[in-house]
């Protein structure tokens, strides 16, 4: 998972092997999910071969891996999923790899924000897609579940500029967690704007 979190390509080849000596459980899991972090196009079958395997981690990490990859003949298959996979996690990991494919999926993985078992997946989704969603989150703010409006401002305070800092601080809220957590991201953008 570490080197996946570092991207680093010269491990393709030994995670690989790891994930054929397991197979299956945790330990492939974990390969698949370095894999997917790292995206080479070499990893391509094995995402391709996994989206549609009884694990729901394994299919989690294929649907991400693709998308990193920009695998445009996936798309069909993660649209399908992205309605139909029984797990949330899954149907979360295809969103954001068809808005990685350039289909508007903000508006699914937004409503992934108000589960507790998705919400720090979906945040980390939304940061790695950066500032290209800060527009798209912003009307979130005014979403009825409050745990959405938290979620999304602790997001923008991540990744939000000017356009979040003036809807930030113009939000009026009755929940206390939403109103901590606009006022924590106004924070970070103000501390970001001042280097």
Known sequence: RSLGLLR???AVTA?????KFYGKGEGAWSALDA???????SSEPLF??????????MRRAAAEGLGRLGHAPSISALETGAGNDPSD???????YALQKLGRNYVWRLIEFLDDGKTTLQVQDYLLELGTAVEKDLIPS??????AIRAAVADVLGAIGG????TALQDLK???????????RAVERIKMRQAL
Do not use: F, G, Y
Not at 162 to 165: G, I, K, V
């Open 48 to 57: 391709t071969s996994r989206l549609a395997d009884k694990d729901p981690h």
């Open 89 to 95: 996690m899954v149907r979360a990991a295809m969103a």
């Open 8 to 10: 680093e390509e010269r």
């Open 173 to 183: 809220d009755r929940d206390k967690d939403v109103v901590e957590a606009a006022r």
């Open 162 to 165: 000017n356009a979040s800092l």
């Open 141 to 146: 703010l005014q979403e009825p579940d409050e």
């Open 15 to 19: 995670i690989s092997e790891q994930l």
């Open 35 to 41: 894999l997917a972090r790292i995206a080479h196009p």
